[in-house]
């Protein structure tokens, strides 16, 4: 099992941006699909962005779409999520979380939302 560890949220006012990294155990980021989730008080757990750790390919949910960017360094075992124009409705604990690409896609993962164990996550939160 992937060991991931998110960092970089904070408060940050509308319009700002933040970029979010997730940090990985070992170097085996191309043996998975890595994903952004999120998730606001009273409401469910939701994808944000997935990225193919082998070929980089990507999923944005439509919330994402235009404004968030999700990359990889595998060289640096790290995927980031930049985000900008980040509105007040982006806040949330996010997390991230990888599942081997042999039995998901980056739409599947994302749509779906994973089950199973997740970190701590990191407190987004944007307000004026």
């Known amino acids: 099992q992937l060991q991931l560890v998110e960092s970089g949220g904070g408060l940050v006012q509308p319009g700002g941006s933040l970029r979010l990294s997730c940090a990985a155990s070992?170097?085996?980021?191309?043996?998975?699909?890595i994903g952004w989730f999120r998730q606001a008080p009273g409401k469910e757990r939701e994808g944000v962005s997935c990225?193919?750790?082998?070929?980089?390919?990507?999923y944005y949910a439509d919330s994402a779409k235009g404004r968030f960017t999700i990359s990889r360094d595998n060289a640096n075992n790290t995927v980031y999520l930049q985000m900008n124009s980040l509105k007040p409705e982006d806040t949330a604990v996010y997390y991230c979380?990888?599942?081997?690409?042999?039995?998901?896609?980056?739409?599947?993962?994302?749509?779906?939302?994973?089950?199973?164990?997740w970190g701590q996550g990191t407190q987004v939160t944007v307000s004026s």
């Open positions: 979380t990888a599942v081997p690409r042999r039995i998901t896609t980056t739409q599947r993962m994302c749509v779906t939302v994973p089950k199973g164990s």
């Open positions: 070992s170097s085996t980021l191309n043996y998975y699909v």
């Open positions: 990225i193919s750790g082998s070929d980089g390919s990507t």
